[in-house]
């Protein structure tokens, strides 16, 4: 059991990671038009060309297919060993409404991730599809992949309303991981307890805020 949660813990977190920077390359969109452009696009070549980012980016694909396929093992387990869902817990630091639907968040996040490897990534790195920004030579303009997507008002709100889940799952996972991974120091609880609310509402205020400016841009 501690193996699996383990795993789950440290993909999580190498997840976290990756949305960071993720997170931080997609501010650039928020930059006035003709330098968002160029640093945007700069920065995707950038991440399709350089044999180190290609490694980095197998881990990545590695942590997002282990971490749901541990996370769904664990679930089940719990669901086995505990049938009567309708138990009363009264442990209240273990038993949020979130903690007790970690499954449920899971799914509507990998929902979002098919969709949005959909929009961006099979277009952008599989070359699968049409889109506007790429054109028959398969040269790929990504700004205006993203810019001309964050037109259309249901993705928007699909992009935004999705951050929802993303934050509740990320507020909930990080302060789990830290625990699985031995961190159990009483203090050192209540200040990782605030450094995961403060990071969750980062990544999922700063994801979900971008398509609506990128809207009204
Ligand atoms: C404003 C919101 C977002 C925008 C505009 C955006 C944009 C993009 C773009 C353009 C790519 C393709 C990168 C390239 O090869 O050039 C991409 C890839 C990806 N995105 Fe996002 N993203 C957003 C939010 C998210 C969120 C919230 C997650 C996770 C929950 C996520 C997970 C991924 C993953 C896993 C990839 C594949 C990475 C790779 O192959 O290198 N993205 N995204």
Same mark, same amino acid.
């Given at each position: 059991?501690?193996?699996?949660? !383990?795993?789950? +813990?440290?993909? !999580?977190?190498?997840?976290?990671?990756?949305?960071? $920077? %993720?997170?931080?390359?997609?501010?650039?969109?928020?930059?006035?038009?003709?330098?968002? =452009?160029?640093? &945007?696009?700069? &920065?995707?070549?950038?991440?399709?060309?350089?044999? #180190?980012?290609?490694?980095?980016? @197998?881990?990545?694909?590695?942590?997002?297919?282990? %971490?749901?396929?541990?996370?769904? /093992?664990?679930?089940?387990?719990?669901?086995?060993?505990?049938?009567?869902?309708?138990?009363?817990? %009264?442990?209240?630091?273990?038993?949020?409404?979130?903690?007790?639907?970690?499954?449920?968040? !899971? /799914?509507?996040?990998?929902?979002?991730?098919?969709?949005? #490897?959909?929009?961006?990534?099979?277009?952008?790195?599989?070359?699968?599809?049409?889109?506007?920004?790429?054109?028959? +030579?398969?040269?790929?303009?990504? &700004?205006?992949?993203?810019?001309?997507?964050?037109?259309? /008002? @249901?993705?928007?709100?699909? @992009?935004?309303? #999705?951050?929802?889940?993303?934050?509740?799952?990320?507020? %909930?996972?990080?302060?789990?991981?830290?625990?699985?991974?031995?961190?159990?120091? =009483?203090?050192?609880?209540?200040?990782?307890?605030?450094?995961?609310?403060?990071?969750? +509402?980062? /990544?999922?205020?700063?994801?979900?805020?971008?398509? $609506?400016? $990128? &809207?009204?841009?």
């Amino acid at each position: 059991m501690f193996l699996r949660k !383990g795993i789950i +813990a440290a993909t !999580g977190l190498f997840l976290c990671m990756f949305l960071v $920077v %993720h997170l931080s390359a997609n501010a650039i969109l928020l930059l006035p038009e003709e330098m968002a =452009r160029e640093m &945007y696009n700069a &920065y995707s070549t950038t991440l399709r060309e350089s044999p #180190l980012i290609k490694i980095v980016a @197998y881990a990545l694909y590695a942590s997002i297919i282990f %971490h749901i396929i541990y996370a769904a /093992i664990v679930t089940f387990k719990n669901r086995k060993a505990k049938p009567n869902k309708y138990v009363v817990n %009264h442990n209240q630091e273990n038993s949020t409404w979130t903690s007790q639907n970690m499954g449920l968040i !899971g /799914i509507f996040i990998l929902l979002f991730i098919v969709i949005h #490897l959909a929009n961006f990534w099979a277009k952008v790195k599989l070359g699968l599809g049409e889109s506007v920004g790429i054109d028959v +030579a398969g040269n790929v303009d990504v &700004y205006e992949v993203t810019y001309s997507l964050f037109q259309n /008002i @249901y993705y928007v709100l699909f @992009y935004t309303i #999705l951050m929802v889940p993303l934050g509740l799952h990320l507020n %909930h996972g990080l302060k789990s991981a830290f625990k699985t991974l031995g961190f159990y120091h =009483r203090k050192g609880l209540r200040v990782l307890t605030n450094v995961s609310l403060v990071y969750a +509402a980062i /990544i999922s205020i700063g994801f979900g805020i971008i398509p $609506v400016i $990128v &809207y009204f841009k």
